[in-house]
Every structure is written in structure tokens, then in C-alpha cells.
């Protein structure tokens, strides 16, 4: 796959989203994507090569175009300056790919699909008011990736739909901030004193007020036993208010960011101040800083805004009101009790594990793929399957769940979660929702490429996104993430009896055979278990792994109606096959 990535920036650049791009290309290139990452050729006081700046592996290209810039007149022409360097710099890009093989196009600025038909656009942030051009070219983009699930709700109020955004917050490269440093010996490197109870703020002072620096600032005057360490002002802002804040409070220039991890390190609990003044920062923001801080196992004391709770929560943080008292409480509250930030501190770094630049490149190529309809063809599996939308087939399972009423649940195969949610929606007929509890088992952002192409198996949606669609049952959902070679026997001891299970049998033969042994050990007596994929085939499918179930101790049934699709090779057909366990 071929992607040019566009981006009106100047690169380098101090400010964040230089960072975001530079390790989302490097996270793209790993994937054995050709990434050619084009910018604007501007003015730029930094004159470091950016994969140096970055420290980026340099597995992907950056070519530099022209464009007329007009952002050091930003003060005086405000918006047009950005539109008029946007779209010259657009039309430049357009001239030269008229010259360059690509699959596809992935860009930050919305006006991108304006000049291009094969456009991925990310989008940070919504504007006040949705207007008939914006809503043009969201739909014009072949897909839309969002920050949170705020944004992804008020497009589809607007009218997107919902299949075509793909949530993915930032992330982190966990081996970058995982550093294997003690508190004093980061102290010790930093020239910080080591006696001292120090409050970390890193990121920029003043260029958003939303950052809430200033609140940081008035909670320290409050709090004169801690020292408060603020990272990441530029020098003008460092000088003249070294000049005014209190004596606990030190203010350091922003710092190359292969540095922030050993600050943090440095840090007995770290400060997420943003305030509500803006909605960028209430509803959309996905901070760098946050998934930096959960990597660095120090305690967090962050604005309980919905922005920040789509990653925090009350077991990896300690969530207040983003005000100078919340902040004041929250710094007392973590700091008198060691054992409960180390707690939520070791929470964080767990939950941060899944929010990688690479698993979000992992997420954001599966779902273009599947947008695109484009999967990698290869694999024998692969060539034989299609999306299929409203199988025949599938009306056994609401059948199923009438005649059982169950109330634990598994699938193994979970996909994009629509499956489960009819299953739990059918059984809710006949029991409460908090009564029914369901267990889904897949790879999700797992599937590695080398994976996918072993599996007869389309590209699952992320973990999140699929307990996001679940949650709304207000049944118990439990979600286990990874190959079910691994996940089924580390589960098995804690997982209780299955009342119903579904068994998506498009794996390869080695995980069917494993999934259907661990499923008979949560059989009893009444558990119906119900196979996908029996195909007329030998060589893929379940039909091998059914066709040698022992009759003796199991009644199989195959079930009508089948499904049949014209292959290259001939018709496929294909049914569900109906296996309980036989009784005395």
C-alpha cells in the first residue's frame, strides 16, 4: 500500500501535532506501508533534519513543496492567511502527484478532499458551527478518523455515517517512555532537588489557555510544601514569570522531547489541568501528555472533563474539577496516600498498553482496508470471502436465543460487535440486562498482517469501539483482546458455564480446533453451541473440525437455510451447524 500523508506544517516545529505526525509515519512505515509524508518548504528557525529532531527511524519520506505562506501574517489576516497557504499548498501537492503512484491519500486539513477523491482525513477538533461545506467534504473522505467518540456522536448527528468513522485516540511510543530509571537518579540527571514532593506539569505554558497553566500556577501559592516543575514555556515565558510566581514553582524552557521521559520519571505525581473554556478541550482533545504520563508510572491528577474520561478513569487517576480548588484537593488527596497512587499509577501503565502509535496504525490501515474493500488477496482464506451483509443463516441464532433464554453468552469471533449485539438484544426478551453477561473473545487490534493473512478472517474493529457499541445493552460485557491459542486457556478457570456459544468457524484450522476444545469444557447438559463457516470445502471452514466430532457424545445438526456465493472456483455454500452435548 502506497500512502501519501499531507500536511501543511512546518517541520520541524516545537509544537505537539509535529510529533503526532512524525510517529504516526513511522507507525505506518512499519507496517510495510510505502509513506511518503509531504510538507510545506517554509521559513523554519529549526534547521534539524526531523528524524533527528523527532528521533524517528528514517523508514518513510518527507518531500518539501512550495506554497505562498502567509502565516507570519496571521495577526493581521487571521483565518485567510491559513486558507490561502493551505490551498497553494494543496494545488502544489495535486501538480505532484499527478507524477506519483498512490493508493491513497491521508491529511490532517480538511480541504483535502476537495482536491483529492481517494482522502483518509483525521479530525482533531469540530467547528462551532457545522456548515454545508464542511459536511461536503466529511463526506466526500472515504473515511474519517476522530479523536473521541464526542466527535464521532456529533458527526453522525450531522448526518455521517457511522460506519465511516473510526475512532483512534493518540498515543504513545511506550518503548521511548518506558525508561528504566529511578525517581533520584532522574533527580540526580536534572539537577532537582531530591527531598522535595515535586508536581510535574510538561507541555506548553501560554499558546492555549485551555491548558489550564494558569490555574497549575495559582493551586502552587496555595500548596507552598510542594515544588512545582513546569516543563515545556518558551524562554520569553520562562523569564518574565520567574519574575512574579512563588518561590515553589520552577520553570523550565521546553525541553527536545527525548528528554520529557526522564522529567517525568523525576515527578511524584503529574498535573492534566485543562479547563472547559473551549470545547477543543471539554470534548475533543486526546493530549499527548496523557498517554506520556500513564507510561511513566507516576500518579496523575487530571480535569474530569469527557475528553480526558475516555482514557482516564477512577482506577488509573485521580479525576477532580478542573478549577484551582479541584487541583489544590486532588494534589493533598494523592499525596497522603503512597498506596493508593502507586495503585492507580500501575493501572495507567497497564491500560496505556493499548494506545501505541502502532496499534493506532494498525487500527486506522485495518479499517481503510476494509473501507476500501481492498484486503490483502493472497491467502487462499482470504480470496474466499467476502463482506456479506444480510446472510439467510443468521436468522438461526435469534431461534436459538428464543428457545434457550440464556443468560451467559460467548462468542468467539466478535468482529465489528453487530453479532453481539443481536444476541444480547434477543436474550434481553427474556431477562433483565444486568442478568445476562456476555464473553467475546477476538484479536481486535491484535491482528497483526502476518496474522491476517493465516486467518480466513475479516479485520476486526478496536476493542474500544466494540465495548462502546456493547455497553449501550447495560448487560456485562467482557472483552478478551488476543489470539484465542493464548486468551482461552488463560481464561478458562475463571469463565463460568456457557448457556449459548457462537463459534465463527472463518479461522484457520488450527484456532477452530482449539477454540472447540476449551468450548466443551464450559458446556453442561443444555449448552448449544453454534458453528459458522460449515463450508463445501475440506481444506477451510469448520466443516473439517465438524466432520470429526464424535457422534457418540454430541448431537450435530446442520441448519437450514444456506447461504450460497458465486467464487471463482465455483458456488460456496455455507451453513450453521447446531452441536449440544448428548445426554443419558
Not at 322 to 350: C, H
Request: aromatic share 10%; charged share 25%.
Amino acid at each position: 500500500m502506497k500512502i501519501l500523508h499531507i500536511t501543511p506544517a512546518r517541520l520541524p516545529t516545537e509544537k505537539a501535532h509535529g510529533i503526532q505526525i512524525m510517529e504516526m509515519c513511522q507507525a505506518f512505515a512499519n507496517l510495510n506501508v510505502e509513506l511518503e509524508l509531504i510538507v510545506t518548504r517554509r521559513f523554519n528557525k529549526i534547521k534539524e533534519d526531523p528524524f533527528s529532531y523527532y528521533d524517528i527511524s528514517p523508514n518513510f519520506k518527507i518531500t518539501y513543496l512550495p506554497c505562498i505562506d502567509l502565516m507570519p501574517l496571521d495577526f493581521i489576516l487571521g483565518k485567510l492567511s491559513y486558507l490561502i497557504t493551505a490551498t497553494s499548498f494543496l494545488k502544489a501537492v495535486k501538480i505532484y502527484s499527478w507524477f506519483r503512484k498512490y493508493d491513497l491519500i491521508y491529511s490532517r486539513i480538511l480541504l483535502t478532499s476537495l482536491f483529492f477523491k481517494k482522502t483518509n482525513l483525521e479530525i482533531h477538533s469540530l467547528p462551532k458551527k457545522v456548515k454545508p461545506i464542511h459536511l461536503y467534504l466529511w463526506k466526500k473522505a472515504r473515511l474519517l478518523v476522530v479523536l473521541t467518540n464526542i466527535i464521532k456522536k456529533e458527526l453522525v448527528i450531522a448526518g455521517i455515517p457511522e460506519n465511516k468513522i473510526l475512532v483512534a485516540a493518540d498515543g504513545v511510543d511506550l518503548e521511548k517512555f518506558a525508561i528504566d530509571v529511578s525517581k533520584q537518579e532522574a533527580r540526580e540527571k536534572l539537577n532537582l532537588p531530591i527531598d522535595k514532593k515535586i508536581v510535574m506539569y510538561t507541555g506548553s505554558f501560554f499558546l492555549h489557555s485551555w491548558k489550564g497553566v494558569n490555574n497549575v500556577l495559582q493551586a502552587a501559592s496555595k500548596l507552598p510544601n510542594y515544588l512545582f516543575v513546569l516543563v515545556g514555556g518558551t524562554k520569553k515565558e520562562v523569564d518574565e514569570l520567574s519574575k512574579e510566581v512563588a518561590d515553589n514553582i520552577l520553570l523550565i524552557e521546553k525541553q527536545p522531547h527525548s528528554q520529557i521521559p526522564l522529567y517525568l520519571k523525576a515527578a511524584d505525581l503529574l498535573l492534566l489541568p485543562n479547563t472547559k473554556e473551549k470545547a477543543v478541550s471539554e470534548k475533543y482533545t486526546s493530549p499527548l501528555k496523557l498517554f506520556e504520563y500513564m507510561v511513566s508510572r507516576r500518579a496523575i491528577v487530571a480535569s474530569n472533563l469527557p475528553s480526558i474520561k475516555e482514557v482516564l478513569n477512577e482506577k488509573n487517576s485521580l479525576l477532580v474539577e478542573p478549577t484551582i480548588q479541584g487541583l489544590v484537593s486532588g494534589i493533598n488527596k494523592i499525596s497522603q496516600d503512597e498506596d493508593w497512587a502507586d495503585k492507580i499509577s500501575a493501572q495507567a501503565y497497564i491500560d496505556v498498553q493499548n494506545y501505541s502509535w502502532q496499534k493506532r496504525a494498525q487500527n486506522i490501515i485495518y479499517k481503510i482496508t476494509n473501507q476500501q474493500n481492498n484486503l490483502n488477496k493472497k491467502s487462499l482464506f482470504v480470496r474466499i470471502i467476502k463482506i456479506i451483509n444480510k446472510p439467510r443463516r443468521y436468522k438461526n441464532l435469534n431461534q436459538a436465543i428464543d428457545q434457550l433464554k440464556p443468560k451467559n453468552i460467548m462468542e468467539i469471533g466478535v468482529w465489528n460487535g453487530n453479532r453481539s449485539l443481536q444476541m444480547i438484544t434477543a436474550a434481553q426478551k427474556y431477562h433483565s440486562p444486568e442478568e445476562i453477561n456476555y464473553y467475546g473473545f477476538d484479536l481486535f487490534e491484535d491482528l497483526t498482517l502476518e496474522k491476517f493473512k493465516e486467518e480466513v478472517s475479516k479485520m476486526p474493529l478496536a476493542k474500544q469501539e466494540v465495548e462502546n457499541k456493547l455497553k449501550v445493552t447495560k448487560s456485562k460485557i467482557n472483552l478478551f483482546q488476543g489470539d484465542t491459542l493464548k486468551t482461552l486457556p488463560e481464561n478458562i478457570s475463571q469463565l463460568p458455564k456457557m448457556d449459548f456459544v457462537f463459534l465463527d468457524g472463518g479461522h484457520s484450522l488450527k484456532t477452530i480446533t482449539n477454540d472447540w476444545h476449551y468450548v466443551q469444557q464450559l458446556m453442561h447438559d443444555q449448552t448449544v453451541v453454534i458453528f459458522d463457516d460449515y463450508w463445501n470445502r475440506e481444506d477451510a471452514g469448520a466443516k473439517p473440525i465438524i466432520d470429526n466430532i464424535d457422534p457418540s457424545k454430541f448431537d450435530i445438526k446442520i441448519l437450514k437455510p444456506q447461504d450460497r456465493f458465486k467464487k471463482e472456483w465455483g458456488t460456496l455454500k455455507i451453513n450453521f451447524v447446531k452441536v449440544k452435548r448428548k445426554t443419558l
